[in-house]
């Protein structure tokens, strides 16, 4: 009796055991969305410049969260590098896609007042985006112009808010 009573009690040790490693691990987290993503490879032949002597505007970083010009805090301010001869004066922003309720307009451009005498080794040009408290993504488009009515080569960038 005693050797059947170890021998069940062995049996269910055992067959816990056995179920415990049959038991699923669950998957693995998926990878975190990046908030910022720079990318080359969806250039497009309508992204290239205006020809000779047109700006050049290069990826730089993404510098995170800071306060705009107008005291509201930026969630992502991509870093660009711009070269020209000539002083730039815009900065123009398109809106390319989105999963959010955006219209063109909230893609806004801007006056860029940058002397041709700082633009010999580069400087950085930023703009910012508000994510506010909605998931979604935004994908633009963004190119400078100078003073000639020449513009960069445009660069498209994505946007996650929120994980979106």
């Known amino acids: 009796m005693r050797k059947t009573l170890i021998l069940a009690v062995l ?18 987290a998926p990878p975190p ?3 910022l993503r720079l990318v080359n490879a969806e250039q497009t032949a309508e992204d290239a410049n205006s020809g000779a002597g047109s700006p050049l505007l290069e990826w730089m970083r993404d510098t995170g969260p800071v306060t705009g010009p107008n005291g509201a805090p930026m969630d992502v ?3 660009f ?4 001869r000539n ?9 390319v896609n989105s999963d959010g309720a955006f219209k063109d307009t909230q893609a806004a451009s801007y006056a860029v007042d940058i002397p041709a005498g700082t633009l ?4 950085i040009a930023s703009g910012g985006w508000e994510c506010g408290t909605a998931k979604y993504f935004i994908t633009m488009r963004s190119y400078v112009i100078d003073a000639d009515g020449k513009h960069s080569n445009a660069l498209r960038y994505t946007i996650h808010c929120n994980g979106g």
């Open 87 to 95: 002083p730039v004066v815009m900065r123009r922003r398109e809106l």
């Open 33 to 35: 969305i990046p908030v």
């Open 120 to 123: 010999t080794n580069g400087v």
């Open 11 to 28: 049996l269910a040790i055992a067959s816990d055991a056995h179920a415990a490693k049959r038991a699923k691990k669950p998957p693995p």
């Open 77 to 79: 301010i991509p870093d």
């Open 81 to 84: 590098r711009v070269t020209a």
